[in-house]
């Protein structure tokens, strides 16, 4: 029981940072209905400028108050990601808009080897190592087995990335719920042409929908770092496509449905590894995604609309 | 003196592809203020075509658009939009998943949020079904209600003008009426200038002070509603038989 709860906790932690990257594919494809193969690199930038952002303010500038610290490099962090994600936008894939469905695609992969190399050549090859920051948690409960004791811990990091990963959400369905903004981006994804018709900027609401996302991996990235406190420039790539399996198993253009596959993704794995092998866990997480996807094709809250003409 | 005898749209001459085939093949037509100025034409002549190339999307290869003294020809649609004009496009374009108000607040996108209740008011008693429906969802309107929502949406933008494409389209003869008679009303008590596609060509003249006749992407004929119902040509091939 003890041993079960540990690993649920360790699967919502890993779930988060996956559903936090899976929003930004979903949002993407949503919206323009393209895989962006390259957000998985946007996710590692993030967490290269979190590192670079927080070695600068507490090596350089001597800052020592973690909390303040560790929100400055969130700030900063999702400001500069966004950027990227901005420019990737439209440097290489609007001017491919119009054209036909698999050039935005593969110049995705192609944006996603540029970053990857990008950061290798300036960054190095080696993994970035950062101490633990935050350390120590909570006993969440206790038990005795014939091996010894177990304690389930629930660490201040771990609780940092679930507090975090929900306030986020709840944010972000409110914005695309409620706002103006998000009202634009919905009327975007369902009828491009119309919106136009509207007054809608298109091109703008687009771009913004790669900050957004990028902004939420950003967050993942800073999330990645502190929890297993090293990175390298290799992080995107399996990251990137566990994200992308989470938004197609949760229903690829369903902002909960990402989430929920995050979850489910993140838990599969921890339980796989925790309970069988370690080796095996991304054989479990992908078998699962497969046989989700023969019962339902449109994932587990992505509903084929059936629409009057 | 001058700005009131210019027309408030004048297309001129233009000619718009779809890749190297030609839908319109310079067309002129002007719309002055106030007016309600119908064309009519039958499937695939160019006239969805017409109202597409007026916001935008194409753009056209030769010719110019010039709305209220300011040349349209080469803005991005969005930009146009902004200038007053609004359009219930071809097949009524409603986002369907969507809730009925949701489409409302988008048609008033550019408008001033102040106005927003007065103008949901304005239009729920234009068309009171929407009223009851405001929280459905767009998809699941029939196509009457569609049509509504389509019109009223282009209206919450307070456009000066007003684009429709074949309002009629698909809907009973009783809702036709309906929707003319409002398109009428909307012309005389608020001065909108309408500008309007028809395939229902005989009630689409009767409610026109003028209209044009476009025959494979050209202008064949133009003159008061009353002129044209009456040429033997337009008669032959556009109302007899098609007249509810």
Redesign the interface.
């Known amino acids: 029981m003890e041993y079960f709860v540990q690993q649920l906790i360790n699967g919502l932690t890993l779930g988060s940072i996956y559903g936090l990257i899976a929003i930004g594919y979903t949002m993407v494809y949503g919206i323009i209905g393209m895989i962006n193969f390259a957000h998985g690199d946007i996710f590692m930038i993030g967490a290269f400028i979190s590192l670079a952002v927080f070695l600068l303010l507490t090596s350089v500038l001597g800052f020592a108050f973690l909390p303040v610290v560790l929100l400055i490099v969130l700030i900063v962090a999702m400001l500069f990601t966004s950027a990227w994600g901005w420019t990737v936008e439209r440097l290489a894939y609007r001017p491919l808009r119009g054209s036909f469905r698999l050039a935005p695609l593969i110049t995705a992969i192609g944006m996603s080897i540029v970053l990857q190399n990008f950061v290798q050549i300036t960054q190095g090859a080696r993994v970035k190592p950062l101490p633990p920051q935050i350390r120590g948690g909570i006993t969440v409960m206790q038990g005795s087995t014939e091996a010894g004791t177990i304690v389930v811990q629930l660490s201040y990091m771990q609780m940092i990335i679930i507090v975090t990963t929900l306030v986020l959400m709840t944010a972000f369905t409110l914005l695309i719920a409620r706002t103006s903004l998000g009202r634009a981006q919905r009327a975007c994804e369902q009828d491009r042409k119309m919106a136009a018709l509207l007054g809608v900027n298109v091109d703008r609401t687009i771009s913004l929908t790669f900050v957004m996302g990028a902004a939420l991996a950003a967050v993942a990235g800073l999330m990645f770092l502190l929890l297993y406190g090293v990175i390298d420039f290799y992080i995107g790539f399996l990251a990137g496509v566990k994200a992308f399996t989470a938004a197609v198993l949760g229903g690829i253009g369903s902002l909960p449905g990402a989430m929920l596959g995050g979850l489910l993704i993140g838990l599969i794995e921890v339980f796989w590894s925790g309970y069988f092998t370690v080796e095996y866990k991304d054989v479990a997480a992908f078998s699962i995604l497969a046989i989700v996807l023969i019962f339902l094709p449109s994932g587990l809250l992505g509903k084929p609309e059936v629409e009057k003409v | 003196m001058r700005a009131a005898a210019e027309p408030l749209l004048s297309v001129r001459g233009v000619e718009t592809y779809y890749g190297n085939i030609i839908a319109l093949r310079g067309v002129d037509l002007e719309v002055s203020r106030g007016e309600i100025v119908t064309m009519i034409g039958a499937n695939g002549a160019g006239k969805s075509t017409l109202m597409m190339t007026i916001?935008g999307?194409p753009k056209p290869r030769s010719g110019q658009i010039l709305y209220d003294g300011t040349d349209i020809t080469a803005m991005?649609?969005?930009e146009i939009?902004?200038l007053g004009i609004?359009?219930s496009?071809e097949?009524r374009?409603i986002?369907?998943?969507?809730t009925v108000m949701?489409n409302l607040?988008?048609?008033a996108?550019?408008v001033d949020p102040n106005h927003f209740e007065d103008d949901l008011k304005r239009v729920s008693e234009l068309f009171p079904r929407l009223k009851e429906r405001l929280h459905q969802r767009g998809?699941?309107?029939?196509?009457g209600e569609?049509q509504m929502l389509a019109i009223a949406?282009a209206l919450m933008?307070r456009p000066k003008l007003l684009l429709l494409d074949e309002p009629s389209l698909g809907l009973a003869p009783l809702i036709v009426k309906q929707i003319f008679e409002t398109i009428r009303e909307l012309n005389e008590n608020e001065g909108l200038t309408v500008f309007l596609v028809e395939q229902n060509a005989f009630h689409a003249l009767k409610l026109a002070h003028r209209g044009y006749v476009m025959v494979n992407g050209n202008i064949t004929m133009s003159g008061t509603g009353a002129e044209l119902l009456k040429r033997e040509e337009v008669r032959a091939a556009y109302l007899e038989g098609g007249r509810h």
């Open positions: 916001c999307d991005p649609t969005h939009m902004q609004a359009q496009p097949g374009r986002f369907p998943r969507m949701e607040q988008m048609g996108s550019l998809g699941t309107l029939s196509g569609q949406r933008g």
